[in-house]
């Protein structure tokens, strides 16, 4: 059983900061892609970026240059630095692992196979 869970969320001014981590256990492959998600009220669960075990990366045009995925393969943990954050980025965060499908279609939620139970970030202007 793979168990996948995440930290770090809160509540933030906009140009504000956070670090959210996941924790990675059970039966997963420590090199597996890796990647996150967010969803907000009302909308698709969209990607935000993604990282592979050579820490190959991609992210959403939305969040490039702000935000920073990172992974540590020796503690099986998934990293996600959020830098000047806006309004739009609130959301529950999902860190999610094991994707079915190619390394171009990172951003489709459907292809992976392990979910977190999701943290928050809230960002206030």
């Not at 991609?58 to 830098?83: C, H, P, W």
């Not at 309004?87 to 392990?114: H, I, K, L, Q």
């Amino acid at each position: 059983q793979v168990q996948l869970v995440e930290s770090g969320g809160g509540s933030v001014q906009a140009g504000g900061s956070l670090r959210l981590s996941c924790a990675a256990s059970g039966y997963i492959y420590v090199g597996t892609v890796m990647g996150w998600f967010r969803q907000a009220p009302g909308k698709e669960r969209e990607g935000v970026a993604v990282i592979d075990s050579r820490s190959n990366t991609n992210y959403a045009d939305s969040v490039k240059g702000r935000f920073t995925i990172s992974r540590d393969n020796a503690e099986n943990t998934l990293y996600l630095q959020m830098n000047s954050l806006k309004p739009e980025d609130t959301a529950m965060y999902y860190c999610a692992a094991d994707p079915s499908g190619s390394w171009f279609r990172w951003w489709v939620p459907s292809d992976y196979n392990y979910w977190g139970q999701g943290t928050q970030v809230t960002v206030s202007s």
